[in-house]
């Protein structure tokens, strides 16, 4: 399940609709790339269907349940920003495999057809073929249904196979509920997980084109240079004391002349990537136009014979006669050069390894596809022996590295917390599904989480969550089959792989705010081992309404108890996390608050607010994020649960983390410089500053004296722009640290020390380089 809901526009409208429709329709008819405007126009074509389904009242976006004749659990179709097109994601046309199996089982080619056979004893059987073999995949959740369902049926759950295949039932003709047959069993996600599998490599590969620049470079050196010198050594045939056409050319002179020009029109025409030899203020253009007029009989006039004369001294001077040693080095380094393989070439080499192995898969040993070129391959491809396969190369086809997920970050085939956020999904399906009993049942809830993560997310208003794949019929249907121990803190339980995956995301990317799509999936591992602890999304600033749902408290409160006490992080931000405690006990002993159906914490709300400064009433975006930006900085953003009862301990300390955000804070300020749009680079420096305020909180008094003294020493390492940024912030951090405390409006010192935020509604002081 993406990001989107958490990047969209409050404005639910067509107005936001009609926008994306016109950057796709501009795209479609402007973009040099076909491929591209076939893309466009696909985007055009649902943009169109979510502007006629919203004026229609088919859609109602903002909804949890937006297509109007579609229940929550159908997969929708999902544009960009969270907006239904009004298509279900297993709708559409029928699939090939849905034909070819209508065409085995003798039934119509229609998906209501395929549905009854599979009620029948013939069609209960193909499934349970299906579920023993894992021979299957699940690309939508919906394509699990029916193996659900036979399930169901094999183990004498009839009643809820039958509740379940009524449910359906309406949707039978509409939506694909049959699984798509696969050639073997998914691989074990527990033990490894890939970026990309070699289908998806073999298509980066395929789209690499031939480098025009590299490819005209190559060109020069292998056939305009070395025509070039035959040129020069032509003309210097014609030399007396340095000067060319001192005398008469001779007839054999003429003739190899006339050959000469003869080839140069041979070699313009199967050579069009270099066009300085057409220049005719070029040596070669030079030398090549008097070599026509003196063939063709007629004499050259003063200006061409002193430009010919210049060229050849030119060409002299600078690389020497040809044939003495410099020349004759300097040429045959060139010639080595251009007789490289291309990158293009070893990517074609690259397809050959790859085409040998299995294409659904990641790949567990990359190294033989790295190799240098073998000598059966050169006899083949005609590429030179022992050639390297080049880095940009060996990138590509490491990201369909399959690996555990550590060893992956450990490689930098996974660079950032976005892209682990990618691959969590596969390790989660895994965890989570080892609590069903029955290993067949356990396959193919894997199969369908992995599936289920892929549905992409609603934009949704008024505290509206997003489907869980809980509230699935399928899913809830077989409920009963999970059992509690997996959530046992024992070597493999979830609590285990939850607190891996919280230290790996801590310590892999410090300084970096956790991305929704791998908050979610810790919150699913939590729920899954009663952690009892909550775990918050990053809010949409452009979509946000005020309120707070109850887990925003519960988090805080798991903060204070971490924190509370007088830690830096505490004195810092100002809280006074003895009072969030407080607050928390009256909500919970209070009568349950709403709005617009959705539960509240309005306590939490209005401490955000104040701590804002945002007056009651007011709406803006900037308003909304300093409100969120105190529910980050009350909650720590989900650092404190990973740290308290998630227990993380990441191997390389608190102290080498503050250090590492602290270097992220610096990279992060670098690019204000000059940056006309600072504002979103302010944020994420201020949400890094935050991770260090944290990691510092948990350090010995003693050790967060050396780190905070040490601070300048890495500001030193940056331009001197960075420093002056930074220095209230660093003296406000120092004032901190010894006690001191900042002034109600978050400055002391006259505004020579600030405390740092991300957000501000009135103009960051950090946009500026002298704050003094």
Same mark, same amino acid.
């Given at each position: ?323 003495? +040693? @410099?020349? !004759? =080095? ?5 010639? /080595?050069?251009? *007789? $490289?393989?291309?990158? %293009?070439?070893? &990517? ?80 989660? +399906? @895994?965890? !989570? =599904? ?5 290993? /067949?049942?356990? *396959? $193919?809830?894997?199969? %369908?989480?992995? &599936? ?80 009892? +602890? ?12 005020? *309120? ?6 519960? &988090? ?217």
């Amino acid at each position: 399940m993406n990001d989107n809901a958490e990047q969209q526009h409050l404005i639910a409208a067509p107005s936001y609709a009609a926008a994306q429709l016109a950057r796709a329709f501009t795209t479609r008819l402007t973009h040099e790339d076909a491929d591209t405007r076939r893309r466009a126009e696909v985007r055009g074509r649902r943009w169109r269907q979510v502007l006629a389904g919203m004026a229609t009242g088919r859609l109602t976006i903002g909804s949890r349940t937006p297509v109007a004749d579609l229940p929550a659990w159908a997969t929708p179709e999902v544009v960009r920003g969270g907006f239904a097109t009004g298509t279900a994601s297993a709708g559409g046309p029928l699939q090939p495999y849905e034909i070819e199996a209508a065409r085995s089982f003798g039934v119509p080619a229609e998906r209501r057809a395929l549905f009854a056979h599979c009620l029948t004893e013939p069609g209960l059987a193909w499934l349970w073929a299906l579920l023993d073999s894992g021979h299957y995949e699940i690309g939508v959740p919906e394509e699990a249904a029916l193996l659900t369902m036979a399930w169901l049926v094999r183990h004498e759950e009839v009643d809820a196979a039958l509740d379940l295949a009524a449910e359906l039932e309406p949707f039978a003709g509409r939506l694909r509920f049959l699984p798509r047959p696969a050639e073997g069993p998914a691989p074990d996600a527990a033990a490894a997980v890939h970026r990309y599998t070699v289908s998806d490599t073999v298509d980066t590969l395929i789209r690499r084109r031939p480098n025009a620049a590299v490819e005209t470079q190559r060109e020069a050196l292998a056939v305009w240079q070395p025509f070039g010198d035959e040129l020069l050594v032509h003309w210097l045939r014609t030399a007396r004391d340095g000067r060319v056409l001192e005398a008469a050319p001779d007839d054999d002179w003429l003739a190899d002349g006339a050959t000469l020009l003869e080839r140069y029109r041979r070699l313009a025409a199967e050579h069009t990537r270099c066009t300085k030899h057409r220049n005719a203020k070029s040596n070669l253009g030079v030398l090549r136009g008097a070599l026509e007029e003196v063939v063709a009989g007629r004499p050259l006039d003063a200006r061409r014979l002193g430009l010919l004369r210049h060229a050849v001294e030119s060409m002299v001077r600078r690389r020497g006669l040809p044939g003495s +040693a @410099a020349h !004759t =080095a300097l040429r045959r380094g060139q010639a /080595a050069q251009a *007789a $490289l393989p291309s990158h %293009h070439a070893l &990517a074609q080499l690259m397809l050959r390894r790859l085409a040998v192995l299995p294409q659904d898969t990641g790949v567990t040993d990359v190294a033989p596809l790295l190799r240098a070129v073998t000598e059966e391959e050169g006899r083949e491809t005609g590429l030179p022996v022992g050639a390297a396969v080049p880095p940009v190369i060996g990138r590509v086809v490491e990201s369909a590295l399959s690996a555990p997920i550590g060893t992956l970050v450990e490689r930098g085939v996974v660079p950032s917390a976005e892209v682990l956020a990618e691959l969590v999904p596969q390790l989660v +399906a @895994a965890t !989570t =599904a080892r609590s069903y009993r029955d290993e /067949a049942l356990r *396959a $193919l809830m894997t199969a %369908h989480y992995r &599936a289920f993560r892929n549905r992409r997310s609603l934009l949704l208003l008024n505290l509206e969550r997003q489907v869980r794949v809980e509230e699935l019929p399928w899913v809830r249907a077989v409920s009963g089959q999970r059992s509690a121990v997996v959530g046992r803190a024992d070597g493999g339980g979830t609590l285990t792989v939850l607190r891996q995956l919280g230290e790996l995301a801590v310590q892999a990317f410090p300084g970096t705010l956790l991305p929704n799509p791998l908050v979610r999936e810790l919150g699913e591992l939590g729920r899954g081992c009663d952690l009892g +602890a909550p775990f918050v999304e990053e809010l949409a600033a452009d979509i946000f309404m005020g *309120a707070f749902s109850p887990k925003f408290l519960t &988090a805080a409160r798991i903060a204070g108890d971490l924190l509370g006490g007088g830690s830096l992080y505490e004195r810092y931000y100002g809280i006074d996390y003895a009072a969030i405690r407080d607050l928390a006990i009256a909500e919970a002993g209070a009568a349950p608050a709403r709005s617009s159906g959705a539960r509240t914490s309005p306590g939490f709300a209005l401490l955000c607010a104040e701590r804002a400064g945002t007056p009651s009433g007011f709406w803006s975006v900037a308003a909304n994020g300093t409100v969120i930006e105190q529910a980050q900085i009350l909650t720590t953003h989900n650092l404190a649960t990973l740290v308290g009862p998630v227990g993380i301990a990441p191997r390389p300390g608190w102290a080498d983390l503050a250090r590492r955000c602290f270097v992220t804070v610096c990279r992060l300020t670098a690019r204000v410089h000059h940056n006309p749009r600072p504002l979103g680079t302010l944020k994420d420096a201020a949400y890094a500053w935050r991770q260090m305020l944290f990691h510092l909180s948990l350090c010995a008094p003693g050790e967060q004296r050396r780190i905070t003294a040490g601070l300048h020493e890495e500001t030193a390492r940056h331009p001197a722009h960075v420093g002056d940024r930074l220095a209230p912030a660093l003296a406000g951090l120092a004032l901190i640290a010894e006690g001191g405390a900042f002034d109600a409006d978050g400055t002391a010192d006259d505004g020579r020390a600030r405390r740092l935020l991300g957000w501000s509604t009135d103009g960051h002081w950090m946009r500026n380089e002298s704050h003094t």
